[in-house]
């Protein structure tokens, strides 16, 4: 079995948007040695670049080619810094690149990423489709935005782009967490005004009938942090338990996925073994302190039914399509 892996390079970023999880205590580089520790040690299938902007780390160049060497497919989050900064050469290196883009309007995006955001990602967007990489909105999904999806879905229709939403995670503040009419909201605005091309958001597909609800993280999905901290999710709370480190890895391989934080991710809560969600988020249970309760959103705990009609679309080659808890849509 291969991984997928998300890394941080660095929480190095030149914004300040507040709905950010990333730490602001310091700045923190993953090193290019710890790079190859990586590869040597896991076996690598993909790996997708986020948290901070990663083009701020000194040794960009060198892992980027290192890792297109490997033939390792690559993905990149960006605020449109990174993807305006890198060489052509370096930009054809991905599989697929993604900007963040979190409102329909250049007002509401500029006001929260700061003035002139909307027209750089814009920019970007053109550079990426110049250069033939596919290219994707990354969203986060808010209860400032959740009424908006549709708008979005059709924002990145006539920009010719995907549509990728995340669903926030309260790692910093609760300030833009979803409540639960918002969230099956959300999802029923977004599917009426797009096709889905996967889903990998655990109650999201269970009310959709799929199969495989289990999230791919901690299962086939690993994170690196910018400390070099391994987790199974990019949000996963750390709490009083010392995660394990690249430096770990090195000596155990890939024993490294049975640290507690990585069984923790894969158990099923004992009173949602017989639901349908299965548990639904295990970092939404673990930020909120209930890991061994149901997703706060799942309709099952409350006796409720949504109906969220949707509609297929072609499956794409897209780096994080399996390897978060996300949702895409064209």
């Not at 040690?41 to 997708?48: A, D, R, T, W, Y």
């Not at 993905?75 to 599989?95: C, K, Q, V, W, Y």
């Not at 923790?264 to 909120?288: E, I, K, T």
Request: net charge negative.
């Amino acid at each position: 079995m291969s991984y997928s892996v998300g890394i941080g390079l660095t929480n190095a970023c030149n914004l300040a948007c507040a709905h950010c999880y990333r730490p602001t205590d310091r700045i923190d580089y993953v090193s290019f040695a710890d790079i190859q520790t990586i590869c040597e040690q896991l076996p690598v299938s993909n790996i997708g670049m986020g948290t901070g902007e990663n083009i701020l780390h000194p040794q960009f160049n060198q892992i980027v080619e290192y890792l297109h060497e490997r033939t390792i497919k690559l993905s990149i989050a960006s605020n449109g810094h990174s993807l305006m900064t890198m060489s052509d050469e370096h930009l054809r290196s991905f599989n697929d690149v993604e900007v963040s883009i979190d409102y329909p309007s250049r007002a509401q995006q500029d006001g929260m990423r700061g003035p002139g955001n909307w027209d750089l990602v814009l920019q970007a967007i053109e550079r990426c489709q110049a250069q033939a990489v596919p290219v994707s909105i990354l969203a986060t999904l808010m209860c400032t935005n959740y009424h908006q999806m549709d708008e979005l879905a059709r924002l990145a229709q006539q920009l010719g782009v995907i549509l990728r939403v995340n669903v926030y995670q309260a790692v910093r503040t609760d300030a833009y967490r979803l409540s639960y009419s918002q969230f099956w909201e959300a999802y029923q605005r977004l599917f009426s005004a797009s096709r889905v091309v996967s889903c990998s958001e655990p109650l999201v597909r269970a009310v959709m009938g799929l199969g495989e609800v289990e999230s791919p993280c901690g299962r086939t999905s690993i994170r690196f942090n910018m400390r070099g901290q391994i987790i199974p999710c990019v949000y996963w709370p750390l709490g009083s338990t010392n995660p394990l480190t690249i430096a770990d890895l090195a000596i155990q391989g890939e024993a490294v996925m049975q640290h507690a934080f990585f069984e923790q991710a894969r158990a099923v809560p004992s009173n949602a073994a017989a639901c349908p969600c299965q548990g639904g988020c295990a970092s939404r249970r673990a930020l909120s302190g209930a890991l061994a309760d149901h997703d706060e959103y799942c309709p099952w705990a409350r006796g409720d039914t949504i109906d969220l009609p949707w509609q297929p679309a072609p499956e794409l080659n897209l780096v994080r399509g399996r390897n978060v808890c996300t949702t895409i849509v064209v």
